[in-house]
């Protein structure tokens, strides 16, 4: 009887240490999902990506856009890599994207996760692979640490560019501290910019100068109730204004009225 009771009590006791065991490795995995998940935004997909959250719903994380990438760009996501496991992504430092004439790693994709319609463009009746078209992301310049904005010559990310002075070109100033010397500093079009990463591989400082972020981190938005006036394809966004009216105490009065009060200003 007390050894078939010493034989329940360890039999309960190793059952409680694996019980614990399997909930901390559980809150392990767990914490370490959510901190991948996190770190999606931050992460350069390859071209043709949809946005971020269909883009994961749709990838089945098959690695064949990895296998098609000729220049070893493209990777997937494994464990201390903090992005969503076994999705494919870039780190321009390391590799940058060379954009490929025929684009390889999109069609390749059997779900749809990376848009072959997106990278094409028409051409002589048909559709072709529009490079230019491959918004991965876009260039950002630090201007404090781009040694071309100190006065030293250096066009590293300019030549670098595979769009030449239409993604990235040099803006002439005059070097008002010295008087004689001149500053050519790197600038991006950001209408231009595909994100492919070869000026930050280029970049000359320790820590690049420039580099790539995801567009919905780089860029602003203006919002649908500021036009340019003199551009009538902008106007499209009017559609999707609407008219918002705030009343004041002061607008209640005619504008020729309040112009001709001085009352306030003696006050």
């Known amino acids: 009887?007390?050894?078939?009771?010493?034989?329940?009590?360890?039999?309960?006791?190793?059952?409680?240490?694996?019980g614990i065991g399997l909930s901390a490795m559980g809150a392990l995995v767990w914490s370490a999902y959510l901190g991948e998940v996190?770190?999606?935004?931050?992460?350069?997909?390859?071209?043709?990506?949809?946005p971020e959250a269909d883009f994961l719903k749709r990838c089945i994380k098959c690695g064949l856009c990895v296998e098609a990438c000729p220049y070893d760009t493209l990777r997937l996501a494994a464990p201390g890599d903090n992005k969503p496991l076994g999705t494919p992504f870039f780190v321009p430092k390391e590799v940058p994207c060379y954009m490929c004439e025929d684009i390889p790693c999109v069609p390749v994709c059997p779900t749809g996760a990376l848009d072959a319609a997106s990278v094409q463009?028409?051409?002589d009746g048909g559709m072709a692979w529009d490079i230019k078209k491959m918004d991965m992301g876009v260039a950002v310049v630090d201007v404090k640490s781009c040694i071309a904005y100190w006065g030293i010559q250096c066009d590293a990310c300019y030549r670098a560019c595979p769009l030449l002075d239409e993604a990235i070109f040099l803006q002439y100033e005059k070097n008002e501290r010295t008087g004689k010397h001149a500053f050519l500093k790197p600038v991006v079009n950001s209408d231009i910019c595909t994100g492919c990463g070869l000026c930050e591989r280029a970049c000359v400082t320790e820590k690049p100068a420039i580099f790539?972020?995801?567009n919905h981190l780089a860029l602003g938005k203006v919002g649908d109730h500021y036009i340019k006036g003199w551009d009538s394809a902008d106007e499209a966004r009017l559609k999707n204004a609407e008219a918002e009216t705030t009343t004041?105490?002061?607008?209640k009065e005619k504008a020729i009225d309040t112009l001709n009060d001085t009352e306030e200003l003696f006050r």
């Open 1 to 18: 009887m007390k050894q078939e009771a010493f034989s329940d009590r360890r039999k309960f006791i190793l059952t409680m240490a694996r």
């Open 248 to 251: 004041t105490e002061l607008s």
């Open 38 to 50: 996190k770190a999606a935004p931050l992460t350069l997909r390859p071209p043709g990506a949809l």
């Open 212 to 214: 790539v972020q995801p």
């Open 121 to 123: 463009s028409e051409k």
